[in-house]
């Protein structure tokens, strides 16, 4: 929900999808081109900047949406920091270099993906990746994927509501028993609405892919220009020498 409220509430909500697309994947060769882990974390930093200050997203929001993915990061590089031998755990400065280069790259191919998804519509990406003739199966699936996500919230919103209204979740006991009714509730009536969606697809005689309305991008040309020199300065910033 907070990935989609920016992606149709921001500055760069008109710029063209395959320019956001292209500096993105700037972005990520950047990530893998850097020489030291500082370089890759610079370009992290800066495509986090340009997301925040030129598409105005909220630094708040922004935290909260890369919050997740950067401590599944922390707890990953964790691993790579120990060894386990005959006399037990031992940190090696070999794994703390491969543990910094695999983080900055990581945090830099993040931000990346994260820039496209804060400032593009789900339906857009999409229609996006179609023009570049990705199979039709699988785009009907990510579809029903995120259109079953809001359905999703939806469920667990309304039943959670008439649960606290009921006080089931007034203790310990009755927010276990509350939790295990939520989630058995939740299950049958995604099963159910899925099913529903099934069959309302089949009875309109939908045998074909599943297809969205796109605007029309006056200055797609001046906007893909723009991230190719915005994206080889990303490059450049990798580059750049030890």
């Known amino acids: 929900m907070l990935i989609d409220q920016s992606a149709y509430n921001n500055r760069w909500r008109q710029v063209s999808p395959a320019a956001k697309a292209v500096f993105c994947l700037c972005g990520i060769s950047a990530a893998f081109l850097a020489g030291r882990p500082g370089m890759s974390g610079t370009v992290a930093f800066v495509i986090a900047l340009i997301t925040i200050i030129g598409a105005g997203i909220p630094v708040s929001r922004y935290l909260r949406a890369i919050a997740p993915a ?11 920091l120990v060894s386990f031998d005959s006399s037990g755990i031992t940190f090696t400065g070999a794994g703390r270099d491969q543990a910094a280069q695999l983080c900055g790259r990581a945090a830099a191919s993040v931000t990346a993906l994260l820039f496209v998804a804060l400032t593009t519509p789900m339906t857009e990406i999409l229609s996006l990746l179609r023009k570049l003739k990705l199979p039709d199966l699988l785009l009907d699936m990510a579809v029903i994927g995120y259109r079953m996500l809001f359905v999703f919230s939806d469920a667990v919103q309304q039943i959670r509501t008439a649960q606290s209204a009921r006080l089931g979740y007034a203790n310990y006991r009755h927010s276990l028993r509350a939790l295990g009714q939520l989630v058995a509730a939740v299950t049958l009536q995604v099963w159910q609405r899925a099913a529903a969606l099934d069959l309302a697809a089949s009875a309109r005689c939908n045998d074909g892919s599943l297809r969205f309305l796109t605007p029309v991008y006056g200055h797609a040309r001046r906007d893909l220009a723009v991230s190719l020199c915005a994206g080889a300065g990303l490059i450049m910033i ?5």
């Open 70 to 80: 950067l401590l599944f990061l922390g707890l990953s590089t964790l691993t790579l």
């Open 238 to 242: 990798a580059l750049l020498p030890v």
